[in-house]
């Protein structure tokens, strides 16, 4: 399957489930790396708008590039507000934005589809002179008893799932390759805290997760609800995260 159309159907859940980002990360992005409000940002990949509204309620105008058009069109909608929003029908390979228009570029949650050599082509290409690049990932702690478990479900039902965020690894020659070996890494504590109705929308956004025309989605999501009920204290349910990037 084409990887533009791995989250087709999935947009709600998605938009309802996926966590933001931590505000540690924000916070260095515009205090240490340079973003303000007259930044101009392409989000690559840029999905629901999870990542670009951190931005833009900072103000920055952002170029949400996305070729998923389930997930673009409920981008639009959920970030019609901001009037620095631009929705851009294209991809990591071929943004369709102009040459060195951007001042940076983010990448939450979705580097790990793209073909890496092409995407660096097309980064240089529309980034302005010292422009940088950000690698973005929310990634579950894979020590918690909550997220083994919940792995194990996965990987009963789920034919697709290979790892969670992919098996990015802070040596993944995936982000080497991109950055000639020449980056800064750094993480922020993202703790997760989900209603059931929220981590049942977070799990069945993923890429791999059964669709409810399975045959077997019934009892999938019987486990998860299950998983929720031996974890979760005062109905709420704690998933140890974090926010890592690459820049």
């Not at 999905?47 to 639009?76: C, W």
């Not at 005062?234 to 995260?241: K, P």
């Amino acid at each position: 399957m084409s990887n533009v159309n791995k989250f087709s159907n999935k947009a709600n859940e998605y938009s309802a489930g996926r966590p933001s980002y931590a505000s540690g990360l924000i916070n260095m992005l515009y205090g240490e790396q340079g973003f303000c409000s007259g930044s101009a940002i392409a989000d690559i990949g840029s999905g629901t708008g999870i990542f670009a509204k951190q931005m833009l309620e900072r103000g920055s105008v952002v170029y949400g590039v996305e070729p998923n058009d389930d997930m673009r069109k409920r981008a639009e909608d959920d970030l019609s507000r901001f009037e620095k929003f631009y929705s851009i029908n294209g991809t990591a390979e071929n943004t369709t934005l102009e040459s060195g228009s951007v001042d940076f570029v983010t990448v939450a949650q979705a580097f790990h589809w793209f073909n890496v050599m092409p995407f660096k082509k097309e980064c240089s290409r529309i980034l302005k002179p010292g422009g940088k690049v950000f690698l973005i990932w929310n990634t579950r702690d894979a020590e918690s008893e909550t997220n083994r478990r919940q792995e194990v479900i996965f990987k009963r039902f789920c034919p697709s799932f290979k790892g969670f965020s992919s098996s990015i690894k802070e040596n993944d020659e995936r982000i080497r390759s991109f950055f000639g070996n020449d980056f800064t890494y750094a993480e922020f504590a993202n703790p997760l805290l989900y209603n059931r109705e929220k981590f049942i929308q977070r799990s069945l956004s993923s890429s791999y997760s059964l669709c409810s025309a399975n045959e077997r989605y019934g009892e999938y999501l019987q486990a998860l609800n299950d998983l929720f009920d031996e974890f979760s204290i005062d109905g709420v349910l704690a998933v140890l995260n974090k926010t890592e990037v690459y820049y």
